[in-house]
């Protein structure tokens, strides 16, 4: 059996958000497609950060010093984001989501265009549909 890639499992960003974007407004946007996180990107649509819900969980520990704090994307975004490639070893990923408490990552291509976007569920999608063939080991007993 060949190791699945990413770009099999993927999916399109559902949301991308703009550094500049009022912070509101982004939360506002999580919050309607229900979705944990995701990816900024500049003018040219290059990937320039990531929010994600605990980036945005530190509007609560801002409230102590402000009435009512704001500011942008850019100001609780986090700005150096781990990426992978769409040719990355769906198996190696799992591991790197161990590993971390992502539960996402921006898909880029070699020249750092955003394409997509991987999550846990996804590797769950793909160990699932894994499991729907024929193990080559005929002692392995799968729950049915």
Known sequence: MEVPRVREFMIPVPLTLRPETPIYDAIASLARLQISGAPVVDADGQLVGFLSERDCLRILSNWAVQQVPGGAVADYMTHEVETVLPEFDLMALASHFE?????????????????????????????????????????YRRPQ
Do not use: N, T, W
Request: glycine share 8%; charged share 30%.
């Open 99 to 139: 590993a971390r408490e992502f539960r996402q990552f921006p898909v880029c291509d070699h020249d750092g265009a955003l394409v997509g976007q991987i999550r846990c569920r996804d590797v769950l999608r793909a160990i699932h549909e894994m499991g729907k063939v024929p193990s080559p080991y005929p002692d």
